[in-house]
Nanobody, 114 residues
Framework: DVQLQASGGGLVQPGGSLRLSCTVS????????WMWLRQAPGKGPEWVSV???????DYNDPVKGRFTISRDNAKNTLYLQMNSLNPEDTGVYYC????????RGQGTQVTVSS
C-alpha cells in the first residue's frame, strides 16, 4: 500500500520561504520520479516540479529560480524548498508519483499573505 505524507505548509509573508517534505512508504522510492503539484483556490491542479530517479529536475515556469526540488532516497523523502514566495503561490501542495497519479498525498496548505 503506497502512502505519501506531505508536511511543512503554513502561513508566510510575501518574500518568505517554506520547505515542504513528503515521506513515501510502500514502494521502492529510489526507483521512481516524483513531483509536486499545487491547486490554488478555484483553479485546477498545476504541476510545480519533478525530480527523476537519476536526480534530473524540471520546473514549471512560474517557480523557476525560486523553488528547488530534491530527494533523499535513504529517507524515502521528497522535498520542495520554496523561496521568494508571493501570493500567487498560495494553494494546496501535493506530492505525487510522476507516472502514478493514483499515488498522491493528502496535500499541505501554503498561504502567502501579509
Amino acid at each position: 500500500d503506497v502512502q505519501l505524507q506531505a508536511s511543512g505548509g503554513g502561513l508566510v509573508q510575501p518574500g518568505g520561504s517554506l520547505r515542504l517534505s513528503c515521506t513515501v512508504s510502500g514502494v521502492r522510492f529510489s526507483d521512481y520520479a516524483w513531483m509536486w503539484l499545487r491547486q490554488a483556490p478555484g483553479k485546477g491542479p498545476e504541476w510545480v516540479s519533478v525530480i527523476y530517479a537519476g536526480g534530473t529536475t524540471d520546473y514549471n515556469d512560474p517557480v523557476k529560480g525560486r523553488f528547488t526540488i530534491s530527494r533523499d532516497n535513504a529517507k524515502n523523502t521528497l522535498y520542495l524548498q520554496m523561496n521568494s514566495l508571493n501570493p500567487e503561490d498560495t494553494g494546496v501542495y501535493y506530492c505525487q508519483m510522476k507516472d502514478g497519479m493514483q499515488y498522491r498525498g493528502q496535500g499541505t496548505q501554503v498561504t502567502v499573505s501579509s
